[in-house]
């Protein structure tokens, strides 16, 4: 749930303002559910924005949910190579970065 906030921060808003914690969960539960893409193929979309964006905390969680659901190194990879296109080469660094930490020696 939320998985672009911290998880403490989200059990913050749970407490204190549950119905807003529920329309969240309720909203990702629906980007996800996509009828044409599954949701693997979403979260590599994702991760192609969020690198590009150089949002390192959101590409390692991304990577970690990835890895998860069963993507592969080399499908992560075929999504840098996009991000190296259309953000360039620092965008591209960052990104392999925080793929390296999260993926390790599978990378």
């Known amino acids: 749930m939320a998985e672009f906030v911290p998880a403490e921060t989200m059990e913050v808003v749970k407490k204190n303002c549950p119905e807003f914690y529920e329309a969240v969960a309720n909203l990702q539960k629906e980007v996800f559910s996509g009828k044409k893409?599954?949701?693997?193929?979403?979260?590599?979309?994702?991760?192609?924005?969020?690198?590009?964006?150089?949002?390192?905390k959101a590409i390692k969680r991304q990577v970690k949910k990835l890895m998860e659901m069963g993507a592969t190194i080399e499908e992560i990879q075929d999504v840098l190579k996009v991000v190296y296109i259309g953000a360039g080469m620092p965008r591209f660094i960052k990104a392999v970065e925080a793929v390296l930490e999260v993926a390790g020696d599978q990378c």
């Open 37 to 56: 893409l599954d949701e693997k193929m979403q979260r590599l979309v994702l991760l192609a924005v969020l690198a590009t964006l150089g949002d390192e």
